[in-house]
């Protein structure tokens, strides 16, 4: 990957064909994206403005203002029946030489993302984030004010790059009793759609893909614990809560 660096910001570019809709048509469609850490967890999609729909976007008049990426101008976007206010930036200059004359999408006022013909949700996919599902024997107890919510010896352990380890486990090893869907829906990128439950009253503290993406189908249905805000016990050894964002 040919990849440089502004400050804290850095941008790649991705072999992947990347496409986003909005009102059944496809307002940008390349084989050329930049992929831009606009924030260090996870970047964004730049698209040439060769490769993006111009009947598309309508010119707002104002623009908004990056220290690192300069000023884009603000486009709304429309396609079909379907109009996104203010979802576009295009980059004519910038500080950044590598996104002149690129394209931003707001994610989520987007209608459908795609990197090749599979669907991407939430936000593009990291190339240095990895997950690994590991089977495992190791014996997890999972407390919650000093209830026992979870005792398994047979879970997952998925490992993600940047975040502690999370231990699946399967329901019949969960107090489902204690459990209470919150209808709280999340998406990722590496697994899916993931459905939560609150815990012993304390909202959203446990989670599980129903049908996670093909790469994850291990966690398929098991159970996980926020590390971060209970106590988790591994082979008898209370385990130090995390510090992450989810804290």
Known sequence: MDATKRGRVRVERTAKRVRTYLGGRAVADTTSALLVWEVPY????????????????KPTGTSGHSPSRGDGLVHTVTAGAKE????????????????????????????????????????????YTRVDILPSSRHVRVEVDGVTVADSRSPHILFETGLPARYYLPKPDVRLDLLEPTGTVTHCPYKGSAEYWSVNGKEDLAWSYRTPLPESERIAGLVAFYDEKLDIYLDGELQERPKTKFA
Not at 46 to 57: E, I, K, N, R, T
Not at 84 to 112: K, T
């Open 42 to 57: 996870y970047p964004a999609y730049y698209f040439p403005q060769a490769d993006v729909d111009g009947s598309a976007l």
């Open 84 to 127: 996104a206010p203010g979802a576009a930036l295009v980059y004519r200059d910038s500080p950044l030489e590598e996104i002149s004359g690129h394209v931003r999408f707001e994610w989520d006022a987007m209608d459908a993302w795609f990197e090749e013909d599979e669907e991407v949700f939430f936000h593009p996919r990291d190339p």
